[in-house]
């Protein structure tokens, strides 16, 4: 019997393409920085579905770029950890911010929002990729941080 073997494979290319000069990029020191920055770059979807983002950040907290990980519904949104790290591993990421909005307008986290949080941030740590940070932002303005609140193990 004659199998005939296949030895052609898909390439895979990474690129991350950097458009802005490190002295040019913004830096996170606070939540506030950080919702300032997402707010001025989400989608005019705001009010409208769910999104999930990611911020990518080098050693000195400057924001490399920025990803949308997901988009969903008026109710909720899936985010897959593999496509939140296949983003930041592609980027040379130090760390991660990580973003989504409520279109209702409630700031406050659900249950799934923080055992996501949570499953996220326990993943970072194995990757040495911390999650420094994930906020709720509201179409009426304002934002909710899991790391002023104290719910991010850094």
Excluded: C
């Excluded at 705001?46 to 990518?56: A, K, P, S």
């Excluded at 080098?58 to 920025?66: A, H, I, K, L, Q």
Aim: charged share 20%.
């Amino acid at each position: 019997m004659y199998y005939k073997i296949d030895f052609e494979v898909a390439e895979i290319k990474l690129i991350y393409q950097n458009k802005v000069s490190v002295k040019d990029r913004s830096q996170v020191s606070s939540s506030l920085d950080a919702y300032q920055i997402l707010l001025a770059n989400w989608t005019e979807q705001l009010g409208f579905i769910e999104e999930f983002y990611i911020l990518l950040l080098d050693r000195s907290n400057r924001v490399m770029g920025y990803y949308k990980v997901s988009q969903g519904s008026m109710a909720g949104t899936i985010v897959d950890p593999k496509v939140v790290f296949a983003a930041a591993l592609k980027a040379r990421t130090s760390a991660i911010i990580l973003a989504h909005n409520h279109p209702s307008g409630n700031l406050y986290p659900s249950q799934a929002d923080k055992a996501l949080t949570q499953k996220l941030s326990k993943a970072g740590k194995l990757l040495e990729l911390p999650i420094l940070d994930h906020l709720i932002l509201s179409p009426d303005g304002g934002y909710y941080s899991f790391a002023d609140e104290g719910l991010i193990d850094s």
